[in-house]
């Protein structure tokens, strides 16, 4: 059985704008995603194929129609369904160690963020469109260390951080004790991660286990953390870690899986290792 609907009154131009961001998404954006994420060049999302496609992936098949409506009459679109369902889903894959899972989530995830930033930017004329994290900048960023230049992270920036962060504590970690620190840590209350475990369970033991289990870790680890411990206690008393917690939680699953070792950077000690159960994160 087939369904057809009809929407009137489109604007072509409008529908041709539309089009050239999805062909923006797939010859520019997810090349870098798949590979940000560790995903082969070759791999194909099926809810990324077309414009019906993504919006039932990111609202439900049940809002497809409506969604079709908005997007093709140049109406707003609210992205708290998508962050919601993005967090729940990664937060249930991360728990069962589903990594491939987590990873074809938030290739979804910042794709349709793309999307709806360019949408909003280049058919709505919102300024700069849907603000999103530029993961790019911050890996860079992270990499390096150097953060004189960066404003104050938003709470998705935060999130992502996080992530980063982490990953590159827990294979430090993982290379001395052979312990999985997310899973028993961070994890081990169920598959609901929230902002407050992060902050509380991981990043406020970092650096006493550091030093108790005298970790090798690079030296682009300390302001990082020291900058992402002084923005916890301001969001939690201001509500914004319960406010934009689903945005929190999926950037920092991207924050974890998009984590790589600067390549030969001598400010990193030898003990840390960037392979740690790779088997399991694939």
């Avoid at 609907?5 to 997810?30: F, K, N, T």
């Avoid at 994290?133 to 860079?140: E, G, K, Y």
């Avoid at 939680?249 to 001598?266: C, E, I, N, R």
Wanted: glycine share 8%.
């Amino acid at each position: 059985m087939h369904i057809r609907a009809m929407i009137e009154d489109v604007i072509p131009s409008v529908a041709r704008r539309v089009q050239d961001i999805l062909e923006e998404l797939h010859g520019i954006v997810l090349p870098d995603l798949k590979k940000a994420l560790g995903l082969p060049n070759e791999f194909v999302h099926s809810s990324l194929e077309n414009l019906p496609a993504m919006l039932a992936n990111a609202f439900g098949p049940g809002y497809v129609w409506d969604m079709m409506q908005k997007v093709l009459h140049r109406q707003p679109i609210r992205l708290d369904r998508l962050h919601e369902s993005t967090a729940r889903k990664c937060n249930d894959s991360a728990k069962q160690q589903a990594w491939h899972h987590v990873r074809r989530e938030l290739l979804f995830y910042w794709a349709f963020l793309e999307f709806a930033g360019r949408y909003g930017y280049q058919i709505l004329k919102e300024g700069k469109g849907y603000e999103r994290v530029d993961w790019q900048r911050m890996l860079a960023a992270y990499e390096t260390g150097s953060w004189d230049s960066e404003p104050e992270w938003s709470v998705p920036e935060l999130g992502f951080v996080s992530g980063l962060l982490t990953r590159q504590f827990q294979n430090s970690y993982y290379a001395k004790t052979g312990k999985d620190f997310v899973k028993g840590r961070m994890l081990k209350f169920g598959s609901k991660l929230t902002p407050q475990m992060v902050w509380e369970n991981g990043l406020i033991e970092f650096q006493k286990l550091i030093e108790q289990r005298d970790l090798g870790i690079g030296k682009n680890f300390a302001p990082a953390l020291a900058r992402a411990l002084l923005l916890f206690p301001k969001y939690q008393q201001e509500g914004l870690l319960d406010k934009h917690r689903n945005e929190f939680v999926s950037t920092f699953w991207s924050g974890y899986l998009m984590y790589k070792k600067a390549d030969q950077d001598p400010q990193q000690n030898g003990n840390e290792n960037e392979n740690v159960k790779e088997d399991k994160m694939s």
